[in-house]
């Protein structure tokens, strides 16, 4: 089997495995200068991010035992390959529409390295063509495209949302204006 062959393999073994989650939102995180930030910072931002996130979601108790929001994290770099962002296909915690607008929320009002205005956090029309676009640049960045050490495929179990008024808190902190 040639190089190119375990490539495409691997490559079809991770659209294979989006494809069969049950993934329902996609993320294009954008920062501020995706050209001047280093991979180094850009992918401590992104780790601070998701930890809020799960925080947000999850009790203390539930992330000791391992429970994160599903996600699968992708680095890109662009047509220049010098334009460092990321793309996350997520498994939403609750209503779609909600998980997205505070994963926005959390994103943009966190971090003076991100971009609010070119982030995109929505719901996924198309399994398949999420895979397949978030693998897109496998041929350049081969390997280092997936972040699996940020990527997390178990799905967590019911949060209880309707039921659980500590978590309604969390999610009405997670949206409050820091102006």
């Known amino acids: 089997m040639t190089k190119h062959t375990n490539t495409w393999n691997l490559r079809q073994a991770h659209i294979d495995w989006i494809n069969s989650s049950s993934a329902n939102v996609y993320a294009t995180l954008k920062f501020r200068n995706g050209f001047d930030i280093g ?5 401590r931002v992104l780790q601070i ?3 809020k996130l799960d925080r947000t ?5 539930q992330l000791r035992q391992g429970k994160r929001v599903e996600r699968f994290v992708y680095l890109h770099k662009g047509r220049s390959q ?4 990321y793309h996350v296909a997520f498994t939403a915690v609750g209503l779609v529409p909600t998980f997205c607008s505070i994963a926005h929320s ?3 009002r966190s971090f003076t390295e991100t971009c609010a205005a070119t982030t995109q956090i929505t ?3 198309s399994r398949k063509g999420t895979s397949i676009y978030s693998l897109h640049e496998y041929g350049t960045l081969g390997e280092r495209t997936f972040i699996d050490t940020l990527s997390h ?4 179990a019911d949060t209880g949302i309707e039921k659980n008024i500590r978590l309604v808190r969390r ?3 997670a949206t409050e204006d820091t102006e």
């Open 39 to 43: 991979e180094q910072q850009a992918q």
């Open 49 to 51: 991010f998701l930890n």
């Open 57 to 61: 979601y999850y009790t203390k108790q």
């Open 82 to 85: 010098q334009n460092t962002h």
């Open 106 to 108: 959390i994103w943009s």
């Open 123 to 125: 719901a996924i029309k």
């Open 153 to 156: 495929a178990e799905q967590a």
């Open 171 to 173: 999610l009405l902190k």
